[in-house]
């Protein structure tokens, strides 16, 4: 359960842009690392930083110095994202196909630029079971 409902509204998008702003210390390097625009970037930290009540970043001569907030919040973030992976890299439920499906996905511009291509290229090397 989460304490802040604010919390409720960030995202992995969030978290990821997170870590990397945390990492790079430049907005513009992690927009153009991610392919998103600097526009989402920034909105995402907004985000945090309303959910978190900390400016977790500010201006300075490198760049985007962490606050001590997001000194502190760093490797929980880096763990969350951990434990999230080891969830997909669980193993696989195997099941028998009996039948063909057409799925029709829909995906905002960030799922479209950070997961869906590597979805598609999952399922495409995906074989049905027999």
Known sequence: ???SNLLRK????????FVHVYERSSVTAV??????????????????RT?????LFIPSRGGMAPTTKAD????????????????????PS??????ARL???QAPEYFEILVLPRLLSSLIGMRPYR
């Open 94 to 99: 195997h099941r028998q196909v009996t039948e």
């Open 10 to 17: 960030l995202d992995m998008q969030d978290l990821i842009i």
């Open 72 to 91: 502190a919040i760093y490797p929980n973030i880096i763990q969350i994202l951990e434990k999230i992976n080891l969830c997909y890299s669980g193993e």
């Open 31 to 48: 927009s153009e690392a991610l392919c998103v625009s600097q526009s989402t970037v920034s909105y995402c930290l907004r985000k945090l």
């Open 1 to 3: 359960m989460l304490d």
């Open 103 to 105: 799925f029709h996905i």
């Open 51 to 55: 959910g978190m009540e900390d400016d």
